[in-house]
């Protein structure tokens, strides 16, 4: 016995012994200015693998706080007091470690200046799903954007052309104190507000309205950053203005202006520039209504119009916007103006956007056909003179009417004006050179789009959590008129002969008019407080009639005598009946959702010139499923699937006849079949977010049964008359790997992606059955190093591999590298003084089918000096493509059909630019400096 307490005794002072051996932390919070301590303060340790809670503790009387018995490992200590800046610091721990970290100085916001940087950390905080930085923790310079703030954030990265991605996926908003700004045009947003301004920036995935009125997740999302200015920013007027002039005519004007007073926002901007960087980010042209019945091709998530019913102007294949070729001149302005009152039980939001745009240019594009036979190779080139003068209005107002319901009113019309003009000439060879087809083609077209959108949607939520009813009703108008002549001209060679000729020489007027009244009634039924169902049923009428007269030369010279071959007079009627079903579960990690809508479709087309008739009726299948499981805050494994029946389009059954291009003739096709189309996606994200690091994958699959696809038949003259047919084997397969990292010793991040992309198509051609094998595969690493008022670096370099064959001439095959290279610098020197560059090589490998030189090195810099107080004004000498070798470029390989283009676009000039930051905005806060 007494051996056994000897033991025991010696057992208890060991455990005693290595207790007391474990690790510690200690320190005192005080006030910079005062040195006082900080009773209260929250003093949080977090793990630094996971970001999860390790110990909390809150500091005492004296300002003490004191962690003990702490396991070996790596965390983060954060420190939070109220009105003072947070304070975040990695400790290294071993079993024996005796941190006493001191006195820690917390300092005041208010005497916080913007390039400070509290301890060694920035201010990150995980609230749930949302990420949330604090801005004031992250050093910019003077007058930065909120593009440079997004910059330095972790697991966020933009590129050249403003696009956003963060974790892995694209930004689809970017909000202001969670309202829109300008529209869903991001860019107006983080290239125009001061970072300054911005108090915290929140980062989390959106739920659709749908979600976040019922709390029943549908696995709709769009990662958003929503932008939180300080409360002492929101008043007062701020903005900046740009003034550029240089070599050739370049010119590039900018003027933003915004005026806040608390919750009633008000902006404007106006834009004139020919440099092709400015004021072209407009991407407001589906969501304010452009001809919205006219392109009615709609999937599952659509509203059930499975019809596609193109009423534009065959004449005018110009969008209205600018894509990168040729040389634009637009000229843009904008005013947005956004209130809340009454308790903020009412709200306004309203936007107004003008555009012109003059876009002139030139394309030239190789083209090869592979049949099972012989090749054709085709020549074009086009010169075009393109116009549009755009205006478009909307708004939208919201009144909570009680606790538990509420109504919202949205509207948006719009009025274009378009010119456009092209001239187009083209030859075909065949394998040994001898001449098939040539053709001139001259179009020209004047034309008027008017559109009146309008939707209404009332919601009311019940006592009974989770059980809520809503309608919607939309209305949707478009009126479309059009002029234009057609000239063309087509000669037909036999073995190098002429053998025939066509010449078509015409008037044409376009006009269509739509009008489509959609209601869906929405209601949710909880089954237990982590299920529910809901329900949704909602009919659409839809009316639209098209008008086409093809009018020739008459003996007096004038365009009278119509053509009645290519004249049509239709009227289009769709009765849609669509309703469902899905069960939602949504526990803490675990997410399920799932369910059918099924759609019931009556489709009438009446040919006013001769009575002749079709209906089609038949019903569409529309079943999902989306399930997904957050292991932690930041790790998510989701699985995505979608269904949907594609019905033929009308121009696929029965096209309607056109002259426009003889070259390439459709006919229809009575007998084809609806295609089910299948879709499946799985996404998983790891991110550590104050470590810094991303993992992120995404893999998706697609097959369709009874694909619609095209059957081709070149002709001798090189026509190509296509027709539609049903053929199973259309299958593809993509994914990406993203892994993202910071080497925190070298204060740089390393950014890298691996992705595949592997498709197989089956048509026919010259009635053979063809298979078509492409895969694509892609690397890109990438690396960003800065140092706060010294430099910036980063390098992006990606190699991508691309192959394809076509069954019908199994001994082609398309085989090519293709290098895209992007160094930038950005030096601050003599105090003053600023110089950054950026060059883009593209280097693209030959084959037997691209044999032209198409390695191509853009290089921009500029150089400038700041001035004022703040350095308000910056005057720079910009330099665009400083080696004159920027030209417009792309291959494409689709079926049996390889094309290279190139086109032009902006090439070297230089600009002078004087840009001012003005500011005047908030009250001084006590200790603020200005």
Known sequence: MKK???????????????????????????????????????????????????????????????????????????????????????????????????KISMILKANLLQDVIVRTGAAIRIKGDTTEFAADSFKVQPNATVEDLLKKLPGIQIDKNGNITAQGEKVQKVLVDGEEFFGDDPTLVTQNLRADMVDKVQLYDKKSDQAAFTGIDDGQKEKTINLKLKDNKKNGYFGKANLSAGTNGYHDSQLMFNDFKNKQKFA????????????????????????PFANADVSS??????????????????????????????????????????????????????????????????????????????????????????????????????????????????????????????EARASDSSLVNNALRR?????????????LIWRKKFKKKGRTISFNLRETYADNTSTGFLYSNNNYYLKGVLAKDSLTDQFKTNSTESISLTSKLTYTEPLSKVSSLVFNYGVVVSNSASTVNSYNKNVDEKYTALDSLYSNHYLFNILTNRGGIAYSLFQKKLKLNFGTDIGYFAFHQTNKLDDATI?????????????????????????????????????????????VDPLNITIGNPALKPAFENNINVYFNDYKTLKERGIFLRFGSNFTENAIVNKSYVDSFGRTINQYINLNGNRSFDGNIDYDFKLKKLNTYINTSVGINNSRYVNVVNNLFNVTQSNNYSFRTGFYKDKEKKYSFGLDFSPTYTTSTSSIQQNIKTKYWSFDINPNAHVYFLKKFQIQTDCDFNFRQKTSVFDNNTNIISWNAWIGRTFLKKDALLVKIIGHDLLDQNIGFNRTVNSNFISENTYSTIRRYFLLSVVWNFNKAGTKAPGENE
């Open 4 to 102: 056994f307490f000897t033991l025991s005794f010696f057992f208890l002072l060991t455990c005693v012994y290595a207790s007391a051996q474990k690790a510690s932390i200690k320190g005192v919070t005080t006030d910079t200015s005062s040195k006082q301590n900080l009773q209260n303060a929250t003093i949080s340790l977090l793990r630094s693998k996971d970001s999860i809670l390790y110990k909390f503790t809150r500091s005492d009387q004296k300002g003490d706080f004191r962690f003990k018995d702490i396991d070996s490992g790596k965390y983060v200590l954060l420190i939070t007091y109220p009105q003072y800046a947070d304070f975040v610091d990695e400790l290294s721990v071993t079993d024996t470690s005796k941190i006493d970290l001191g």
């Open 268 to 291: 404007f901007y106006g834009i004139v520039s020919n440099t092709g960087t400015s004021g072209l980010n407009w991407q407001d042209q589906n969501n304010y209504g452009d001809n």
């Open 301 to 426: 998530d659509g509203n059930g119009i499975s019809i596609y019913i193109d009423n534009s102007d065959p004449l005018d294949s110009w969008d209205g916007r600018y894509n990168g070729q040729g040389i634009p001149l637009v000229q843009t302005g904008g005013l947005h103006y956004n209130n809340k009152w009454d308790d903020d039980k009412q709200s306004l939001n309203t936007n107004y956007k003008a555009l012109q745009l003059h876009v002139n240019g030139e394309s030239s594009t190789s083209s090869e056909f592979i049949l099972p036979d012989t090749l054709y190779f085709n020549n074009d080139k086009q010169n075009f003179h393109n116009q549009i003068l755009r205006n478009r209005l909307n708004g939208s107002y919201e009144y909570q009417l009680d606790s538990s319901s509420s109504i919202k009113i949205t509207a948006d019309g719009g009025v274009d004006h378009k010119i456009t003009s092209l001239i187009d000439s083209s």
């Open 443 to 455: 179009t020209s077209t004047t034309g008027d789009n008017k559109t009146l959108n309008s939707n």
């Open 615 to 659: 209906t089609r009726k038949f019903v569409n299948w529309y079943p999902q499923l989306n399930l997904s499981y957050q292991f932690k805050a930041q790790r998510r494994l989701s699985l995505w699937y979608s269904g949907y029946t594609r019905q033929p389009d009308i121009n696929q059954i029965q096209p309607v006849l056109t002259n």
